[in-house]
């Protein structure tokens, strides 16, 4: 079982003390002060960047970040222990779940993944999408990643 906040760590892209500042226990990281990442092509299909991770610290189990789609790029198909809410910033995109029928989204709509539904989103055929994804960790897991959407799945609309 891998998880997005093992990928971003690897890519080292947790917020560190230089680009945070605090405040009584308030912290806020300043745009810039992490790089962006490319999207494993392990979990995800074309060009896909992820930026400004975040997860929440101690007890908290809020994880998540800003993700980017260009045309045709989507996620592999995944579940979440906790399920996912998806906030569409920008663009338009799809989402399906496993069975179900491929639904349009744009910027912003919300879109709730109940927990362990298998699932994809990403961008539509002709249009980028932005979204922030948001999951919460169970037994040090956020997301299990499964086997990739074929083009067929995706289809062409």
């Not at 995800?44 to 800003?66: E, L, M, Y």
């Not at 998806?86 to 399906?96: D, E, N």
Request: charged share 15%; proline share 4%.
């Amino acid at each position: 079982m891998k998880n997005i906040i093992a990928t971003v760590a690897t890519a080292g892209l947790i917020a560190s003390a230089a680009g945070a500042e605090e405040l009584a226990g308030v912290q806020v990281t300043h745009i810039g002060t992490q790089a962006s990442a490319a999207g494993p092509t392990e979990f995800f299909s074309g060009v896909v960047r992820i930026d400004t991770p975040f997860k929440g610290s101690g007890q908290a189990r809020i994880s998540g970040a800003t993700v980017t789609f260009e045309p045709g790029a989507r996620t592999a198909w995944h579940t979440h222990p906790l399920g996912q809410t998806l906030i569409v910033t920008a663009g338009s995109g799809r989402v399906q779940q496993w069975g179900g029928p491929v639904q349009d989204i744009r910027a912003g709509d919300t879109v709730w993944i109940p927990p362990g539904v298998k699932h994809w989103h990403g961008a539509s055929g002709s249009t980028a999408m932005t979204h922030i994804a948001i999951a919460e960790v169970l037994d040090g897991n956020v997301v299990e990643w499964l086997e990739k959407v074929s083009d067929d799945q995706f289809g062409s609309r």
